[in-house]
């Protein structure tokens, strides 16, 4: 029987799942963790993590030498740079690694259909791919996790046609298509108890599914919830791949992520995936997880993201052109909160609208919306950022909306809006107000 696995690499650590499978992995008592980061990463570790510094193109020299010692390299990195994963292979290899962990975390992207769809099924097919062949011939055993679509993260990137801040939701063909459905929780917990169980899950994709689902019972699940009646509207899948796939020819690698939403919502592209394969759900120990328990989490966290107060005890400015880095460790969880590094126009052009707007001091409370993608309050990799700065005159609420990935405020009170609040209440004396209702 093989030995278990000791020595862990992340990759990704800082990003919307890998910041899940870090804490996910802190927790267990059986790994020794060890991040590799970007040089011009935003986000700043804790000096006390083991944490590798690696060019941004991630050579091949510099990731052999990280990789060794390691016995599993496990790949959180973002949706577009996949393909840079043969290289990391092919150093896990060199490096002596005993399993690679691919960065996958969707559907079934062994299926042609999936990979003619777009260009990250693509990359992440062929690379399952490679590992399958380097497996056969005994090099490196592999894993991946396939999760199906994260309810919470979708709804923050108005993900699955749900547009809740518009209480707007867009339906793909009839809105039937099922879809399979995993917490970052338990995605990330599944993962790590895959890894403590190595030989049932050597060289597996290993599925997972909380529930599967349709566009129709998402908003049917969302509306009873919140008590809430949402505007529908339809589109039909088969106009929108040629339309998404030319401009994807036209350089426009945005349009990638309607292709990546399109292939989950319209059940055909093997998103569902009870019906890919053997679910790892009871195996791995798992909690159950309910439609309705999910739904109304992921409410109420969109809720603090999209409509955060500030109760403001004093007149207040938020400058965008701070620079703030707040990073808080507290047993084996990290909170990591990004901001910016360089003032530019628009952020000074902003600063001074707010404060012409503060010395009237007469307003109500109002929110000043950037149109996306030029407002850079955290990840420049937010696929479809909407950040939404303001400013507040005394007793009034201000509404604040930004996207760092993971944060915290230093009240302590956990808040997506992060940068703003941290801001506000360490510089300027607000403080922010958690009580926020679905
Ligand atoms: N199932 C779902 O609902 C769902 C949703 C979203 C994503 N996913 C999948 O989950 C995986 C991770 O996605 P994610 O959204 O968690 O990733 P993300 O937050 O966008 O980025 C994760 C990390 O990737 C690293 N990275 C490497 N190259 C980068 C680059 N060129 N630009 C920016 N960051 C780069 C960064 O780490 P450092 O800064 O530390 O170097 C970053 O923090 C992907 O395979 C994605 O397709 C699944």
């Known amino acids: 029987m093989a030995s278990p696995f000791k020595n862990i690499l992340l990759i990704g650590a800082t990003g919307s799942i890998g910041s899940h499978v870090f804490k996910a992995l802190s927790d267990s008592p059986h790994f020794t963790v060890t991040l590799l980061q970007r040089a011009s990463s935003k986000a700043t570790l804790p000096s006390h993590l083991r944490v590798i510094t690696i060019a941004d193109s991630y050579p091949t020299d510099e990731l052999t030498q990280a990789f060794k010692g390691q016995d599993v390299i496990v790949n959180c990195m973002t949706s577009l740079s996949v393909s840079d994963q043969f290289r990391m292979i092919d150093a896990a290899i060199a490096a002596g690694v005993k399993r690679y ?58 993900f699955l046609g749900m547009h809740v801040r518009e209480k707007r939701f867009v339906f793909w063909d009839d809105g039937e298509g099922l879809f399979s459905c995993t917490t970052e929780e338990n995605t990330a917990v599944g993962l790590v108890r895959a890894l403590e169980m190595r030989e049932s899950t050597k060289n597996t994709n290993v599925y997972l599914s909380d529930f599967a689902i349709s566009q129709r019972q998402l908003l049917e699940a969302i509306e009873r919830i919140q008590g809430a009646k949402y505007e529908t509207e339809y589109l039909s899948s088969y106009d929108l791949i040629k339309e998404k796939q ?96 360089q003032p530019n126009n628009l952020d000074k052009m902003i600063t001074t609208l707010i404060t012409v707007l503060l010395s009237l001091l007469v307003l109500p409370t109002f929110t000043l919306a950037l149109p996306a993608p030029t407002a850079t309050l955290a990840n420049d990799n937010h696929p479809r950022g909407w950040p939404t700065v303001g400013a507040c005159p005394p007793g009034q609420n201000l509404i604040v909306n930004a996207w760092p990935p993971v944060c915290m405020a230093p009240s302590g009170r956990p808040t997506r809006s992060g940068a703003v609040a941290a801001a506000v209440e360490t510089g300027l004396g607000a403080t922010f107000d958690a009580n926020v209702e679905v």
């Not at 159950?288 to 400015?317: F, M």
């Open 101 to 158: 962990v691919p960065s996958e975390y969707g559907l079934n992207n062994m299926r042609p259909d999936a990979q003619a769809l777009n260009r990250v099924f693509h990359d992440k097919g062929k690379v399952q791919e490679y590992l399958r062949a380097k497996a056969a011939d005994g090099a490196i055993e592999w894993m991946s996790v396939s999760c199906g679509m994260w309810v919470k993260w979708s709804m923050e990137h108005e």
């Open 246 to 341: 030319e401009a994807v020819r036209n350089g426009d690698n945005l349009a990638t992520f309607d292709l990546i939403e399109t292939g989950f919502v319209t059940g055909r592209f093997g998103g569902h995936l009870e019906k890919e394969g053997e679910l790892f759900n009871s195996q791995l120990g798992l909690p159950k997880k309910t439609v309705d328990e999910v739904v109304e989490a992921a409410l109420r966290y969109i809720n603090h993201v999209l409509g955060s107060k500030i109760w403001c005890q004093k007149p207040l400015t938020i400058n965008l052109s701070l620079q703030q880095s707040l990073y808080q460790q507290s047993t084996h969880k990290l909170y990591h909160l990004n901001h910016h590094s």
